[in-house]
């Protein structure tokens, strides 16, 4: 809740183009809607160029030379993987855009990359922290206005239910800011539940939350249930050094079917059955040592200041949840340009769905960080071109905040500090392995139940003053992550990508091959793409009557907010 005293100390800014977030796909929208001609603001609640996934480690992208045999092999690749939900159309422009931009980073960035033995620079990845480090040079430099840490805490839409601003804090002048904008690229990452993964403390759902309050459709909610290898004493999930691995059980015997691609669901019921499992990567010749050590100098650091040498001595793994950070499910794309078919609202990165590239499959860090760039890039040219059309109209709005659970309980306010028992709460329910990774259709509807009832408590009472909006509104948004993706695992009643139910094992079932929907806030629903093909009743449920079925609208159009009941911010 806002008070007075902050009404009167809030910060009022105005721009063309809103980007929200400070990751990769963030930057390049903010950087492309620039140069677009647009007066752009980005906001982020970390600091832009070192907050999130990308900037705490290293990762690989999806960077393919346009030779169309190459290109082939590179989309076929991934479409039984994906459980053929992806796109063809889709890969190719972002193999033809991530080819661009990974010019401009050598170009313009002019970013180190390494060179083989002809001094041809090698362009199949990035170091996080360099890159996003000269991804804020250039965000600068471009002349974008950043306000780090300064979450967005809700969306603003004018008369009509079009996207023309947001407000947050700043939290480190502890004051609101608004900003009234044309358009609003959501650039807010995933979701991954507060589960200590490197760089994931960024990512609770904020951007999904603030898209379906103003009426945006999520896809793919269901493949949000990606695990990543870590070891026990590290949040370092960089996974693909283990596919040079062995398993062991406590005992020091091999871990039968265990493996990093492959086997990973075998080392899930191993930790759930015996607590531990050991890791050793002892199939690496001496020349991937090297490379390795030279490729991610920072897996090696836990285990160099620990005088553990992973090569030849075992040491304990976890799994930790990565959910729609490497999961593919997020915000429905609606347009080639990024738009989310809710007026002025556009979607980047691991904020939007990663299918139309991936299907039901992880990206890993090659294709989500092409997406990243990719995406980036055409939800800030298309904001921009957005609010170009507005013409002055976008600075003279009547705008209505959207916020609804965390910010403007339907009940009395509840006490200071209620976010954290509710942060705890919902990980309960969509980190354990039993619930969310090795899915069954009963635990399925017990977390989902679960979840309706925290999600009802939060909407009657959940709020905070100052900073702890911000904590609030996570929480709210981490809720409604975590029920969006369990109504959507419990509607696909197959096996498909990542997606994997016990009491479904049939493979990936022709007449389910289709991209599933979902929405709402109270009242819940999924429908597929499309709206033919799916078997069985759509589902709608509420929090008020779990897991109740009904007949599911046909249709999903842009809705348009009522102005009732809610604080006008301005005129």
Same mark, same amino acid.
């Given at each position: 809740?806002?008070?007075?005293?902050?009404?009167?100390?809030?910060?009022?800014?105005?721009?063309?183009?809103?980007?929200?977030?400070?990751?990769?796909?963030?930057?390049?929208?903010?950087?492309?809607?620039?140069?677009?001609?647009?007066?752009?603001?980005?906001?982020?609640?970390?600091?832009?160029?070192?907050?999130?996934?990308?900037?705490?480690?290293?990762?690989?992208?999806?960077?393919?030379?346009?030779?169309?045999?190459?290109?082939?092999?590179?989309?076929?690749?991934?479409?039984?993987?994906?459980?053929?939900?992806?796109?063809?159309?889709?890969?190719?422009?972002?193999?033809?855009?991530?080819?661009?931009?990974?010019?401009?980073?050598?170009?313009?960035?002019?970013?180190?990359?390494?060179?083989?033995?002809?001094?041809?620079?090698?362009?199949?990845?990035?170091?996080?922290?360099?890159?996003?480090?000269?991804?804020?040079?250039?965000?600068?430099?471009?002349?974008?206005?950043?306000?780090?840490?300064?979450?967005?805490?809700?969306?603003?839409?004018?008369?009509?239910?079009?996207?023309?601003?947001?407000?947050?804090?700043?939290?480190?002048?502890?004051?609101?800011?608004?900003?009234?904008?044309?358009?609003?690229?959501?650039?807010?990452?995933?979701?991954?539940?507060?589960?200590?993964?490197?760089?994931?403390?960024?990512?609770?759902?904020?951007?999904?939350?603030?898209?379906?309050?103003?009426?945006?459709?999520?896809?793919?909610?269901?493949?949000?249930?990606?695990?990543?290898?870590?070891?026990?004493?590290?949040?370092?999930?960089?996974?693909?050094?283990?596919?040079?691995?062995?398993?062991?059980?406590?005992?020091?015997?091999?871990?039968?079917?265990?493996?990093?691609?492959?086997?990973?669901?075998?080392?899930?019921?191993?930790?759930?059955?015996?607590?531990?499992?050991?890791?050793?990567?002892?199939?690496?010749?001496?020349?991937?040592?090297?490379?390795?050590?030279?490729?991610?100098?920072?897996?090696?650091?836990?285990?160099?200041?620990?005088?553990?040498?992973?090569?030849?001595?075992?040491?304990?793994?976890?799994?930790?949840?990565?959910?729609?950070?490497?999961?593919?499910?997020?915000?429905?794309?609606?347009?080639?340009?990024?738009?989310?078919?809710?007026?002025?609202?556009?979607?980047?990165?691991?904020?939007?769905?990663?299918?139309?590239?991936?299907?039901?499959?992880?990206?890993?860090?090659?294709?989500?960080?092409?997406?990243?760039?990719?995406?980036?890039?055409?939800?800030?040219?298309?904001?921009?071109?957005?609010?170009?059309?507005?013409?002055?109209?976008?600075?003279?709005?009547?705008?209505?905040?959207?916020?609804?659970?965390?910010?403007?309980?339907?009940?009395?306010?509840?006490?200071?500090?209620?976010?954290?028992?509710?942060?705890?709460?919902?990980?309960?329910?969509?980190?354990?392995?039993?619930?969310?990774?090795?899915?069954?259709?009963?635990?399925?509807?017990?977390?989902?139940?679960?979840?309706?009832?925290?999600?009802?408590?939060?909407?009657?009472?959940?709020?905070?003053?100052?900073?702890?909006?911000?904590?609030?509104?996570?929480?709210?948004?981490?809720?409604?992550?975590?029920?969006?993706?369990?109504?959507?695992?419990?509607?696909?009643?197959?096996?498909?990508?990542?997606?994997?139910?016990?009491?479904?094992?049939?493979?990936?079932?022709?007449?389910?091959?289709?991209?599933?929907?979902?929405?709402?806030?109270?009242?819940?629903?999924?429908?597929?793409?499309?709206?033919?093909? %799916? =078997?069985? @009743? *759509?589902? +709608? #449920? /509420?929090?008020? !009557? $779990?897991?109740?079925?009904?007949? %599911? =609208?046909? @249709? *999903?159009? +842009? #809705? /348009?907010?009522? !102005? $009732?009941?809610?604080?006008?911010? %301005?005129?």
């Amino acid at each position: 809740m806002t008070t007075d005293t902050e009404a009167l100390d809030r910060l009022d800014l105005s721009c063309d183009v809103l980007v929200v977030g400070g990751g990769p796909a963030a930057a390049w929208a903010a950087v492309k809607a620039a140069e677009g001609g647009a007066d752009v603001v980005l906001a982020d609640k970390g600091y832009c160029g070192s907050s999130g996934a990308t900037a705490a480690a290293g990762t690989g992208v999806w960077y393919v030379p346009p030779h169309p045999e190459e290109r082939e092999a590179a989309m076929a690749s991934r479409e039984g993987l994906g459980g053929h939900l992806a796109d063809r159309r889709w890969m190719a422009r972002v193999l033809d855009q991530t080819w661009e931009n990974m010019h401009e980073v050598a170009d313009v960035s002019r970013y180190p990359f390494p060179v083989d033995a002809a001094g041809r620079q090698i362009r199949r990845g990035l170091q996080g922290p360099e890159y996003m480090r000269r991804m804020r040079v250039r965000v600068l430099r471009s002349g974008v206005r950043v306000l780090d840490h300064s979450p967005v805490l809700e969306l603003l839409v004018d008369d009509a239910g079009a996207v023309a601003g947001a407000a947050g804090h700043r939290r480190q002048e502890d004051r609101p800011f608004t900003v009234r904008a044309g358009a609003v690229v959501l650039a807010t990452g995933g979701c991954a539940f507060l589960s200590r993964a490197l760089g994931t403390n960024v990512d609770t759902g904020d951007g999904y939350l603030m898209a379906a309050e103003a009426g945006a459709v999520l896809s793919g909610m269901e493949f949000s249930n990606a695990y990543a290898l870590a070891p026990e004493f590290t949040s370092l999930t960089k996974t693909a050094y283990y596919g040079y691995a062995t398993f062991y059980h406590a005992d020091g015997t091999v871990l039968e079917g265990a493996g990093s691609k492959k086997g990973r669901s075998v080392i899930a019921r191993a930790l759930l059955d015996e607590g531990t499992v050991l890791c050793r990567i002892d199939r690496a010749d001496e020349a991937a040592r090297r490379a390795m050590r030279l490729g991610q100098a920072n897996f090696f650091l836990p285990f160099d200041r620990l005088g553990i040498d992973p090569f030849t001595e075992l040491f304990p793994v976890t799994l930790l949840a990565e959910g729609t950070v490497r999961g593919t499910g997020g915000i429905r794309i609606a347009g080639d340009d990024c738009a989310t078919g809710v007026p002025g609202l556009y979607a980047a990165g691991d904020a939007a769905t990663r299918e139309l590239i991936c299907g039901g499959f992880t990206g890993g860090g090659s294709h989500n960080a092409a997406w990243a760039m990719s995406s980036g890039t055409w939800a800030g040219r298309g904001a921009a071109a957005f609010a170009r059309g507005l013409g002055g109209r976008a600075r003279t709005r009547r705008l209505t905040p959207l916020g609804g659970a965390g910010l403007r309980p339907t009940g009395a306010p509840g006490p200071a500090g209620a976010h954290r028992a509710v942060i705890e709460a919902v990980r309960g329910e969509v980190l354990p392995y039993d619930k969310n990774y090795l899915r069954e259709g009963g635990r399925l509807a017990a977390a989902l139940g679960a979840l309706d009832g925290i999600w009802g408590d939060l909407r009657a009472s959940l709020t905070g003053y100052g900073p702890a909006r911000g904590r609030a509104r996570e929480a709210a948004a981490m809720a409604a992550t975590g029920r969006w993706m369990y109504t959507a695992a419990l509607a696909r009643t197959e096996t498909r990508g990542m997606h994997k139910r016990s009491d479904h094992p049939s493979q990936a079932d022709p007449v389910w091959r289709h991209r599933l929907l979902t929405g709402g806030l109270d009242d819940l629903w999924t429908a597929p793409e499309g709206g033919t093909g %799916a =078997p069985g @009743a *759509h589902t +709608v #449920h /509420t929090a008020r !009557a $779990a897991h109740t079925v009904h007949t %599911a =609208p046909t @249709a *999903h159009p +842009v #809705h /348009t907010v009522p !102005a $009732a009941g809610r604080a006008e911010v %301005a005129r």
